[in-house]
């Protein structure tokens, strides 16, 4: 069973930096795009970030374009997310998202992992 699995998560304060991972297991990992969303209370799970299968190629929410940097090791099967100048509106659970192609609708996800809360204060 396919599994991703976020770790990293936390709270911060605003301006700080924070780093989350999400390992996948049971598939090859470089055959899939990856990417983040996050789903903040009361509100509908959003796109954050994505890249291709092999990493060249990245794309990013407007909201934390230049703050936030998607990566991946295809020999780890692991994606990063650098997350930096945090925002109190950044406050949200991050959900790994593994899907055949680069997506920015969670439709379009095949697997997710569990969720990781990233709360920051002001």
């Known amino acids: 069973q396919v599994q991703p699995v976020e770790s990293g998560g936390g709270l911060v304060q605003a301006g700080d930096s924070l780093r989350l991972s999400c390992v996948t297991s049971g598939l090859r990992f470089s055959n899939y795009a990856m990417g983040w969303f996050r789903q903040a209370p009361g509100k509908e799970r959003e796109f954050v970030a994505s890249i291709s299968w092999g990493g060249a190629t990245t794309y990013y929410a407007e909201s934390v374009k230049g703050r936030f940097t998607i990566s991946r090791d295809n020999a780890r099967n692991t994606v990063y997310l650098q997350m930096n100048s945090l925002k109190p509106d950044d406050t949200a659970v991050y959900y790994c998202?593994?899907?055949?192609?680069?997506?920015?609708?969670?439709?379009?996800?095949?697997?997710w992992g569990q969720g990781t809360q990233v709360n920051v204060a002001s």
């Open positions: 998202a593994q899907s055949r192609v680069m997506t920015v609708e969670p439709t379009g996800v095949l697997y």
